[in-house]
DNA sequence: ATACTTGCAAAATCTTTGCCTCCGT
DNA sequence: ACGGAGGCAAAGATTTTGCAAGTAT
């Protein structure tokens, strides 16, 4: 909650600023993934959105999430089952841990990666403009944990 | 070329063992992705394969691939564009950097990068059982290089 | 009032499946 | 001959788009 309406406010100037309008259907859209701490495919955004607002179409959800994704306030993942995973952009880029077994999904950084796939990069003979990764894994024993799914 | 005889006998082994059938088609697009050195999509196989044989249906290729893909000698990618990019299952591993104004792919493997992934899950209370790494990068300088694309 | 947005339905992609025929064993 | 396999077309799943009507500025 503490950087959503970071993402709200900057939504907003980004639409001023290129002339889009800020209706209410993208401000409550906005709010929604402002206020998703996990990765929500469009299905969920659409339903999410339409607690808010029931008169939001999936279509516009879409629309909405390409614009987000083109301004660079949120982010797309595709954690093996087919469709999209968005979550906003942080302002510290982490890659996620997936849980084979219940689908959850754990953030993570380590800056030790990111600064080898830098290297491994320029080794190869390129400048990195941005990467990938996802680890599949398996929990070890069975730590207390409450959460189901 | 070296490895593509025991792709394919590896698959007829498989065959043999799950009473599943030698057919043409399953003989030539295993023998497609046996000489395939890229990363081609579904319609990519289907198209090397109909150079071959031209009554092999994309549908057969999309079962075929997937035969592929459970038996574990064949792995899937997804580089950013919608569909999926097959490889056939390599001893040692390794990821990939996309070259992101030309789309080449270019393999290689980092075993540093390898070990610190597995460490990471481990640091998370998980076995890491895979994972999926892309580097997306824009080539340094004009290195002589003259394979265009 | 203008032109950006939306909803709805149709279309576009990629992939899977039903069904009947065909072929490997 | 039996049952797996293949071709074809239809169905699925996800995402995009055309168009007429609605709305923010």
Chains 1, 2 share one sequence.
Do not use: W
């Amino acid at each position: 909650m503490v950087k959503a309406n970071e993402f709200t406010k900057r939504f907003e100037e980004i639409c001023a600023q290129k002339g889009m309008r800020m209706t209410g259907q993208r401000r409550t859209i906005a709010r929604v993934l402002a206020n998703s701490k996990d990765h929500p495919d469009i299905e969920e955004v659409h339903r999410r959105a339409n607690v808010i607002d029931d008169r939001i179409s999936l279509s516009t959800v879409y629309r909405t999430v390409r614009l987000f994704k083109e301004a660079g306030i949120l982010e797309r993942h595709e954690f093996g089952d087919g469709r999209g995973r968005y979550e906003r952009t942080q302002s510290e880029h982490h890659d996620h841990l997936i849980d084979v077994d219940s689908g959850e999904v754990i953030e993570f950084r380590d800056e030790e990666i990111e600064r080898l796939q830098q290297l491994v990069a320029r080794r190869l003979g390129y400048e990195l403009t941005g990467h990938r990764m996802e680890l599949y894994g398996r929990r070890l024993r069975a730590e207390p944990k409450p959460d189901g799914e």
